[in-house]
């Protein structure tokens, strides 16, 4: 009996690690992702990115294949601070810091469009 039932999971698990795996690396002009964190099922994602001339990461959107760094002219964008929730209302939840990156006091952050 155990026989057997190796060889009806031994198939399974062949065509499991067989299956081809899909994968795209955004391009964002002038910005360098750092991180995707999540995705909405609407296909959002958000995540961090930084430039060549602000070595500090700020939250970063992707929609449609637009790169759109969010926060511009707030405390985000001048901050250390990260994207890592979105959902299909395309609220996005992070946090950034005081100090720099990962020292000082840290805060929350909810955007919200709706609001």
Do not use: E, W
């Not at 990115?49 to 969010?70: E, M, V």
């Not at 601070?81 to 840290?106: H, K, L």
């Amino acid at each position: 009996m155990k026989r057997l039932l190796v060889f009806l999971i031994l198939p399974v698990f062949a065509s499991l690690t067989s299956a081809q795996v899909k994968y795209t690396t955004p391009t964002c002009p002038g910005i360098h992702v750092s991180q995707m964190a999540a995705i909405s099922n609407n296909g959002v994602i958000v995540g961090s990115y930084y430039t060549d001339t602000d070595p500090l990461q700020h939250p970063l959107l992707i929609s449609k294949n637009k790169c759109i760094p969010i926060g511009q002219q707030t405390i985000l964008s001048k901050t250390f601070s990260v994207a890592f929730g979105v959902n299909d209302r395309g609220t996005i939840v992070g946090s950034y810091y005081d100090d720099g990156p990962f020292t000082g006091p840290v805060h929350g952050f909810l955007l919200d469009k709706a609001c």
